[in-house]
């Protein structure tokens, strides 16, 4: 008899916890969170339901903040930045950039290849073949943390972070978030937002951001 009625006790918990999980009214019952990184936010872009909670949690080290707005370009189209692609590596192998100054690779290989351009959330964003000795210009999506792969051997040669400036549209910030910190945020109308996390030592700049698309 114990045995009995500790299976419909335990029937009876599963049952609730499943009927919690459901539903699809005006918002979603689950809160998806957003993570933020070191070098991104994590899931770049999320969607949800109007009236839906979106939950950013700092998973780094450092303390980290949520501005809603966009980042735009601060480079100069005459600033030259020439990276050289060798066999295994670049060079410089990792380098830091302005959103909208010129970015030239050089291929210094000796072969012809195909380089891969890939975002921080791991999508291939462009490939891009270069004959023995080619030099391109390179144009990137917008400001971010970006990995370069040789597309033969899917071998990482570098990164290339691109700064933009930060301009909030005031709809919504967080506090500035410690590690294991969580910033609800609940949405009731439509739309995509945009949002960074600044560089906390230098508010002028960032290259982390993410969007949030709510459907009715």
């Not at 009236?51 to 980042?71: A, C, I, K, T, Y």
């Not at 066999?87 to 380089?115: C, H, W």
Request: glycine share 12%; net charge negative; with cysteine.
């Amino acid at each position: 008899m114990r045995f009995a009625a500790l299976c419909a006790v335990i029937i009876g918990l599963a049952a609730l916890v499943c009927g919690c999980g459901g539903g699809s009214g005006s918002g979603s019952s689950t809160s998806p969170f957003v993570n933020i990184e070191s070098l991104r936010f994590y899931q770049k872009s999320t969607n949800i339901r109007l009236g839906g909670l979106v939950q950013f949690r700092n998973v780094d080290s450092q303390p980290h903040q949520v501005v809603s707005g966009v980042l735009v370009a601060i480079g100069n189209p005459a600033a030259e930045h020439i990276i050289n692609i060798n066999m295994s590596t670049l060079d410089p192998r990792n380098s830091e950039e302005n959103y909208g100054d010129t970015i030239e690779f050089n291929n210094q290989s000796g072969l012809a290849l195909t380089i891969q351009i890939v975002d921080d959330n791991g999508q291939i964003i462009s490939q891009i073949p270069f004959n023995v000795g080619q030099m391109r210009q390179i144009s990137f999506p917008g400001p971010g943390y970006y990995t370069l792969r040789n597309q033969s051997g899917q071998v990482t040669l570098g990164s290339i972070v691109l700064y933009g400036r930060p301009i909030s549209n005031g709809l919504f910030q967080s506090q500035v978030l410690s590690n294991g910190q969580i910033f609800p945020l609940e949405f009731t109308s439509t739309g995509t937002y945009t949002f960074f996390s600044p560089d906390l030592a230098n508010p002028d700049r960032s290259f982390i951001t993410g969007t949030i698309v709510v459907q009715p």
